[in-house]
């Protein structure tokens, strides 16, 4: 997805309008200048389009022990974002520090639109004159705190991004590379190709920007995609750690299937479980690979412990295949291709309605249902599998305020067990379960 740079002095209202663009309460607001001094990024979806809004340090006038930092900071926003929304305080006018600011950005070259904020009246709008001061042609008056003119300003900047659909064959595979830096994403890509395709090196950081190659595999055709490494956020000391990290974020986007490369000697890290709970929560296909096994000691049976380990330590990606590789020298990456086409097909298999139906009844038949405090029980009317990719299903219940989350758990273990008898367990996909109220009939 596109990239827009929310920039400015500090104190101006950046982080309230990132908060009313994404929707909810991400970055910190205070009235003392200088709170947001990384970055932080959310999405926005506006009209059918979407896009990442990263809200940047203020640019500060006068030199202090940080100030140095975030103007880098915001540089490098520059370069990478696809829009940028200078921001200004209405009350204040344009001041010395607006205008370095605007400088930034005309020597960017990036498309931008003046934000004049806290113009929360009618009768403020001519303070919205001085932004043209900066010599922008698009200037809005806003209110991050009002919401006012938000909608205008929105429809701007859905103006200025770029088209990003792509065209692709129904046919073709996407598959997202993704792992924690040095764990061997590179390697694989290369191993894969059958081609130095990608850059290697033992300096964690060595990929910035996705890689897209294109292959035939097991009579497939894939698109695989290289990903630079993401690190906990207090690790991200460079500017381009960072928009890596935003990147890859859009790279699961616009995949079918991730792999997530995790180290045999350190998985499940912390990293890994958010990488992890991405592509879940994009309901993208999901293989766990484990790189350098060869580097393993063969006693006492590992990968017995280690699939033991995984499932202990990640209990939510209980429905992902795990597979132990080497891309150093090849061993166990040939059956990657056969696991990423079946989460692929797995990911677009639909249960017939009266086939689900029916064989939800014999299973709920047997289960005590729940109950809320007033004793009254669930009641499960119907069911039918609204969508694929991911495998989408809708119950239609009598109260779905009973329904809690051990009886959704269960509901998607049943899920499977279903999938599997009609040709497909689901493996390697999320599932989707949604509870719709149905008034009983007297």
Not at 4 to 28: C, T, W
Not at 255 to 260: G, K, N
Request: some cysteine; aromatic content about 6%.
């Amino acid at each position: 997805m596109p990239i827009v740079a929310l920039v400015g002095r500090p104190n101006v209202g950046k982080s309230s309008l990132f908060n009313r663009m994404v929707g909810r309460r991400e970055a910190i607001v205070d009235d003392r200048p200088g709170v947001t001094r990384d970055r932080h990024y959310g999405e926005v979806e506006w009209n059918g389009r979407a896009f990442y809004a990263v809200d940047t340090g203020g640019i500060l006038g006068e030199q202090t022990s940080f100030s140095a930092g975030i103007e880098e900071h915001v540089k490098q926003a520059l370069s990478e974002c696809d829009a940028a929304v200078m921001v200004i305080d209405g009350m204040t006018g344009v001041t010395a520090a607006d205008e370095a600011v605007a400088l930034l950005l005309r020597r960017s070259g990036c498309s931008v639109v003046v934000a004049v904020n806290k113009v929360d009246d009618p009768k403020h709008e001519p303070r919205t004159v001085d932004g043209y001061a900066l010599g922008f042609g698009d200037v809005i008056g806003i209110s991050a705190l009002h919401k006012r003119n938000l909608d205008e300003l929105l429809d701007r900047i859905t103006e200025l991004l770029p088209e990003t659909e792509e065209r692709r064959d129904e046919d073709e595979i996407r598959v997202a590379i993704v792992g924690r830096p040095n764990v061997g994403k590179s390697s694989l890509l290369n191993r894969l190709a059958k081609q130095e395709r990608a850059l290697v090196s033992p300096i964690a950081g060595t990929t910035r920007d996705p890689v897209d190659t294109s292959i035939v595999l097991e009579g497939r055709n894939f698109r695989l995609i290289d990903t630079a490494g993401l690190r906990k956020k207090t690790r991200m000391d460079s500017d381009v750690e960072y928009y890596s990290f935003v990147r890859t974020l859009a790279a699961v986007d616009r995949s079918d299937v991730a792999i997530l490369l995790m180290e045999a000697e350190e998985p499940c890290t912390d990293i890994d479980k958010k990488i992890a709970a991405h592509v879940v929560e994009k309901g993208r296909g999901l293989i766990l690979v484990l790189n350098k096994w060869d580097l393993l000691s063969k006693k006492d049976r590992p990968g017995d412990r280690m699939i033991e380990k995984i499932r202990d330590e990640m209990p939510f990606l209980a429905w992902a295949p795990i597979l132990f590789v080497s891309a150093l020298n090849g061993r166990g990456v040939g059956k990657i291709a056969e696991a990423a086409v079946r989460v692929f097909e797995n990911r677009r298999h639909r249960i017939p309605t009266n086939a689900l139906n029916r064989l939800m009844r014999d299973i709920l038949a047997f289960d005590r249902l729940p109950s809320n405090k007033r004793g009254k029980a669930l009641k499960v009317y119907y069911c039918l599998q609204s969508d694929t990719e991911p495998p989408t299903f809708v119950f239609f219940v009598n109260d779905p305020e009973i329904a809690d989350s051990a009886f959704e758990n269960h509901i998607h273990k049943e899920l499977r067990v279903l999938g599997a008898a009609s040709s497909s367990d689901f493996s390697g996909s999320p599932l989707r379960v949604y509870w719709r109220g149905k008034a009983e009939k007297d």
